[in-house]
């Protein structure tokens, strides 16, 4: 039974820092593309950041390079997702995916998904 469980959301000021964490079984990990999507209220999912199989290349949405970092440890099964110098605009539900060795950024291509948890940036 495949399972994503993401962990980390909640409540923070602009400017602060979150760590989300995803945690995989299921399935054979370290041959999966995972990323991480986000879905503000309104608006269409869009792919926050995403790390290859290999772990060696990564994307990162124009809105968040230099503030997110994606990264992934294959012995726990767990893709974390660091944001800093959170915004407002930042504020949305995430979702961990999994895509077996893909390499695109659209939903459509991922197999597996999280239930989400929800990041909220308010004062």
């Known amino acids: 039974q495949v399972q994503l469980v993401e962990s980390g959301g909640g409540l923070v000021q602009p400017g602060g820092s979150l760590r989300l964490s995803c945690a995989a079984s299921?399935?054979?990990?370290?041959?999966?593309?995972l990323a991480w999507f986000r879905q503000a209220a309104g608006k269409e999912r869009e792919c926050a950041a995403r790390?290859?199989?290999?772990?060696?290349?990564?994307y990162y949405a124009d809105s968040v390079k230099g503030r997110f970092t994606i990264s992934r440890d294959n012995a726990k099964n767990t893709v974390y997702l660091q944001m800093n110098s959170l915004k407002p605009e930042d504020t949305a539900v995430y979702y961990c995916?999994?895509?077996?060795?893909?390499?695109?950024?659209?939903?459509?291509?991922?197999?597996?998904w999280g239930q989400g948890t929800q990041v909220t940036v308010s004062s």
């Open positions: 995916a999994a895509a077996y060795l893909r390499v695109g950024v659209t939903p459509i291509e991922y197999n597996y």
């Open positions: 299921g399935f054979t990990f370290s041959r999966y593309t």
């Open positions: 790390i290859m199989w290999s772990g060696t290349a990564t």
